[in-house]
């Protein structure tokens, strides 16, 4: 989540309110403390229990795009994309 104080919010309300509308949650500040989150009108319930498991700590998001997996399973053999390339050949 994103947290924007009052001034800021003031000055680029057109910003934050389209990041919004595009799903984003922006948490917005009274001199550092939160007093409301900015966020769609309807999510669906996938967003919705994601945000459950933000809140309860069961994960975590900074805001920006996933990075995937910090340890990636190991592919023994080829991947699926490889043979369908092969077999393009």
């Known amino acids: ?3 924007v ?4 919010l ?13 799903g984003e949650r922006i948490v917005v500040t009274d001199r ?3 007093i409301v989150v900015l966020a769609p009108v309807e999510e669906s319930a996938e967003v919705q229990l994601a945000w459950e498991m933000v809140r309860s700590g069961a994960a975590s998001w900074s805001g920006g795009k996933p990075k995937g997996s910090a340890a990636p399973p190991k592919v023994r ?3 699926a994309s490889e043979i369908v390339l092969e077999d393009r050949r």
């Open 1 to 3: 989540m994103v947290e």
């Open 5 to 8: 104080g009052i001034k800021t």
């Open 10 to 22: 003031k000055d680029h309300l057109s910003e934050y309110l389209r990041r919004a509308r595009q």
């Open 32 to 34: 550092g403390a939160p």
């Open 77 to 79: 053999g080829k991947m």
